[in-house]
């Protein structure tokens, strides 16, 4: 299949790692230029080095604070001053802390909101007009299967991704007519650091091993096993194609099955 995506202009965030970093390769692969940011400028320079070796593409990389609506401003316009526009952005950041509701401290409802939610607003806002320009646009979100069922002592994710989606069927009713799709991808457990953080924090108040951990959660999916990043990744590419051009609004979840829903 011809993913249409040769020469379009990617940013993904939040991608020295894990699933962002999984979606940059993968956009790469498709022959995209790729924009890539994440806090720690060692990491995601390695992981942009690796990135132009492997696929021969134009790679940026700038190290900068997804919540910090300045630097997200002057990445995007980075990008636009290098690559001459941006065709596809993909929102994403660390997921908040493992906790119930009343180990919550506000600080960390506002850092949620900031990581979580903020973040997408800041890059919707930078790159909109770039799109409306070229009467061509695809921003896809990360959040989590918590948009769809809540996931225990993930209260901050549950809540807090509930407004990505809110905001990603606003942003998909508004621009549908300027050729703008906008669609939210939600992981399942995903064999990445963020999975690791939470089989600590899950062990300790549990009781469990780690590796129980891990075995439990890939029990609860029909195809019984964890999520390679890559297929989250494929997933993204996949709505930000030439193929997925009658898809917007939208939540797909990549979960394995493991939400128990119709
Ligand atoms: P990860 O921790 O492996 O990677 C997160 C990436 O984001 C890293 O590159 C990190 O440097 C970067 N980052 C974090 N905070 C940032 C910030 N404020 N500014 C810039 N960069 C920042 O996580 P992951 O597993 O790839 O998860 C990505 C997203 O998907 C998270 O929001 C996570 O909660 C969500 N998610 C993950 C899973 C899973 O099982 N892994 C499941 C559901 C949802």
Redesign the pocket.
């Known amino acids: 299949m011809n993913l249409g995506l040769k020469g379009r202009i990617a940013v993904v965030?939040?991608?020295?790692?894990?699933?962002?970093?999984?979606t940059a390769e993968a956009f790469a692969a498709e022959g995209c230029r790729v924009a890539m940011?994440?806090?720690?400028d060692r990491?995601?320079n390695a992981a942009a080095e690796k990135i132009t070796e492997t696929h021969k593409v134009e790679v940026l990389a700038e190290a900068?604070?997804?919540?910090d609506a300045a630097a997200v401003s002057g990445f995007v316009s980075n990008v636009v001053s290098k690559f001459g526009g941006v065709d596809i952005c993909v929102t994403?950041?660390?997921?908040?802390p493992a906790k119930g509701f009343l180990a919550c401290t506000l600080e960390d409802w506002q850092r949620a909101l900031e990581?979580?939610f903020l973040?997408t607003v800041y890059f919707a806002r930078e790159v909109i007009p770039h799109m409306q320009r070229k009467r061509w646009g695809r921003i896809v979100t990360?959040?989590?299967?918590?948009t769809k069922q809540p996931v225990a002592d993930l209260v901050l994710?549950n809540a807090v991704r509930a407004a990505v989606v809110g905001l990603v069927k606003s942003l998909a009713n508004e621009f549908g007519k300027d050729g703008i799709l906008v669609n939210n991808v939600?992981?399942?457990?995903?064999?990445?650091?963020?999975?690791k953080?939470?089989a600590r924090a899950r062990s300790v108040a549990s009781g469990k091993t780690e590796q129980e951990m891990f075995d439990s959660w890939a029990a609860d999916a029909p195809l019984r096993r964890?999520?390679d990043?890559r297929e989250v990744a494929e997933t993204i590419v996949w709505l930000a194609s030439e193929r997925a051009s009658y898809v917007t609004g939208q939540t797909v979840l990549v979960d394995g099955g493991l939400y128990k829903g119709l």
């Open positions: 965030a939040a991608s020295s790692q894990g699933i962002g970093l999984a940011c994440a806090r720690n990491t995601l900068l604070d997804v919540s994403n950041a660390g997921g908040p990581f979580n973040s990360i959040t989590s299967i918590t994710s939600g992981p399942g457990f995903t064999a990445t650091d963020r999975l953080e939470l964890l999520a990043p």
